[in-house]
């Protein structure tokens, strides 16, 4: 049974969603989560460091002022908090226990403004990409 069913290449194509996943207003929210979890951050970088903790972090920021942390760490796979343009907690990302590959097997996201709502997905199987693999044209 399908939920949501969506494809982005430049442009937003919902193939098939029941409701509540079928307002549009949602089904641009969860792409844009889906994009934030497995595209690179937008936005340019802005300052790179190490937290108190010795975790890497890597600051983006886009071209609406919001902003997106990017954090590292070998043992428990990383972190994504991005911020809006107010400086308010948008969204935050979480890999956990990577396989032998380095690929996180289960990333939770939480949304922390409307609508508020977490996704958590697990990695049942994975395939590497060459750079020119036209799938990765989105």
Not at 16 to 26: G, N
């Amino acid at each position: 049974f399908i939920l949501f069913d969506a494809r982005y290449h430049r442009l937003l194509t919902v193939n098939q969603a029941v409701a509540p996943f079928d307002d549009p207003d949602f089904a641009e929210k969860i792409m844009a989560d889906i994009k934030l979890i497995f595209s690179p951050p937008a936005g340019r970088l802005i300052d790179a460091g190490t937290l108190d903790n010795g975790f890497p972090l890597c600051r983006y920021r886009d071209e609406k002022g919001w902003t997106s942390d990017v954090l590292a760490n070998r043992d428990f796979g990383g972190a994504i908090n991005q911020y809006d343009s107010s400086g308010y907690l948008s969204r935050q990302v979480r890999a956990y226990s990577r396989n032998a590959e380095g690929i996180p097997e289960r990333i939770e996201l939480s949304r922390h403004q409307s609508p508020r709502y977490g996704l958590k997905l697990m990695l049942l199987q994975a395939e590497r990409l060459s750079s020119d693999d036209k799938r990765l044209n989105y």
